[in-house]
């Protein structure tokens, strides 16, 4: 029953490796989002998709590669984690993108590269 | 790129008091939000406001886009008011977060 889930909620994973973190929506929602939390509470949107066509995609290692293979879902992929990765990475969605609807988020995935 | 002010960075209130946040930024906005981020993590959408006020229950906010700023009142705080308040602004496609301002609610 859970609008925006996003899998898995915690990952510790050595430097070097390549991981994705998942994320479904079933709201019907057109648009969807990644934001990256970092350790000092700094959120900042990574990339955005409405009907599974990039919209915004700020400036972000080329490492991270969103992929949306329907506008339910939107993975996000990392290759070569380095230790800077670490933070929690919220996926969220909304109706539809920029006009006042209200973003719902997921609860988070933790990620930690040691 | 656009620059987001938020003020004060931490607040302690007393249950039932009223408080102000302020977001100020440095380039005109086609979007404002709101959000509070809880204790636990969770983050919830609050308010879009790129100009005007918003109400919703004890919370409302305040966008002055013309003197770039945007306020949010809490009034008759609860502890269940107590994490992190960010604004975003978009500014036509360049979205920038505030720092946040932390509160915390004491019984």
């Known amino acids: 029953d859970t609008a925006v889930s996003q899998t898995p909620k915690y990952l510790v994973t050595q430097m070097g490796n390549d991981k994705s973190i998942k994320c479904e929506q079933n709201?019907?929602?057109?648009?969807m989002y990644w934001y990256k939390q970092d350790s000092k509470k700094f959120l900042k949107i990574m990339f955005s998709?409405?009907?599974?066509?990039?919209?915004i995609n700020e400036t972000v290692p080329n490492r991270f590669s969103p992929k949306s293979p329907d506008k339910a879902h939107l993975n996000l992929h990392i290759n070569s984690l380095e230790l800077g990765d670490s933070a929690v990475y919220f996926c969220?969605?909304?109706?539809?993108?920029?006009?006042?609807?209200?973003?719902?988020f997921g609860e988070g995935s933790w990620l930690t590269v040691v | 790129g656009i620059q987001v002010e938020q003020s004060p960075p931490d607040l302690i209130l007393q249950e039932g008091a009223n408080s102000t946040l302020r977001c100020n930024f440095s380039?005109?906005?086609?979007?404002l939000q709101w959000f509070h981020q809880n204790p636990w993590g969770q983050l919830i959408n609050l308010f879009y406001?790129?100009?005007g006020t918003k109400q919703n229950g004890r919370l409302s906010a305040t966008t002055v886009a013309t003197e770039r700023y945007s306020l949010l009142y809490i009034s008759s705080s609860q502890t269940t008011d107590s994490g992190v308040y960010f604004c975003?602004?978009?500014?036509?496609?360049?979205?920038?977060f505030g720092a946040g301002t932390q509160v915390v609610v004491t019984p």
């Open positions: 969220a969605s909304s109706l539809r993108a920029a006009i006042g609807n209200t973003i719902y």
């Open positions: 709201l019907g929602h057109d648009t």
């Open positions: 998709y409405n009907n599974k066509e990039l919209i």
């Open positions: 380039d005109s906005v086609n979007n």
């Open positions: 406001i790129p100009s």
């Open positions: 975003e602004a978009d500014s036509w496609g360049k979205l920038q």
